[in-house]
């Protein structure tokens, strides 16, 4: 046998090699595994950037429009002082305040319409919240005005009653489509009902609650323009002087600083929904 063809030494076999009978064998487990792939980011710097350049672009464009305006005194008092900040903290406050009371009646009663006792109260509660959302905003505002009288919170209260229905129906879809057997196994290597709850089942429901909540958001931004009606203040007091008046730059101002500000809610929803998603439904 010629030196080209002698087997190799013993300990110059590469890793997971071996010589039996002058033949080389290699293990099969021994294979070095192909590098997984790195995996994508939750957040991308598109997702992070894209919607706040399109806002700011559309709020700059507005106000180089309004500034080569002639205002006429009208107008002017409309837009005059520090008017429009004021109405833009009334709107985002209304939003804020009616969205926290919706969480804190929505999600625990979604919670307790899936559990063993009340499931059979859960299509009647179904049905009074979708009533509550199928009456007119304006029409439900009225009423609240009628009975509660002139306020911030008469217009708050109709912002709760109109965006309760997306995060409910959304709890109980989610905790419903939850596979029993998850649930089961969990009680079954010892978790109480509570952590079972709080462990299995809401995780998973999170990104069909989330999706309920962003949806609430949105109709909150828009709701609160009619709280003007109820002497709620906000963006809508904008809109309805500038049709009052028929001054178009007040109107157009106050129905753009109001599509921004949906904009920027539905945006930081966007990315809660993606940060509060564990990743490994996000991946599934």
Known sequence: MTPSHQAPPKGSRPPGEHDVGGHAFRDEEAEPSPPQPAPARRVT????????????????????????VE???IAKNSLAGDTVEVRWWQHVRLTAISTFWVLIIAIPLGIAMTRRGLRKAAPGVTTLANI????????L???????LGIGPSTAIIGMVIYAVLPVFSNTVAGLNAIEPTLVEASR?????AMGTLTKVELPLAVPLILAGVRTALVL??????????GG???LGDLITSGIQTQRMPVLVLGSVLTVVLALLVDWLA???????????????
């Open 45 to 68: 710097w598109q997702k992070l950037v894209l919607v706040p350049a399109v806002c700011a672009v559309v709020l700059v464009a507005t106000y180089l429009w309004i500034s080569q």
């Open 71 to 73: 205002l006429d005194s």
């Open 132 to 139: 509550g959302q199928a009456t007119p905003a304006i029409g």
């Open 141 to 147: 505002l009225a009423l609240l005005v009628i009975w």
């Open 188 to 192: 079954g290597i010892g978790m109480s």
């Open 220 to 229: 909150n931004v828009g709701t609160a323009t009619l709280a003007t009606f």
């Open 232 to 234: 709620g203040g906000g």
């Open 270 to 284: 966007s990315l809660a929904e993606l940060w509060l998603t564990p990743r490994g439904l996000e991946e599934a």
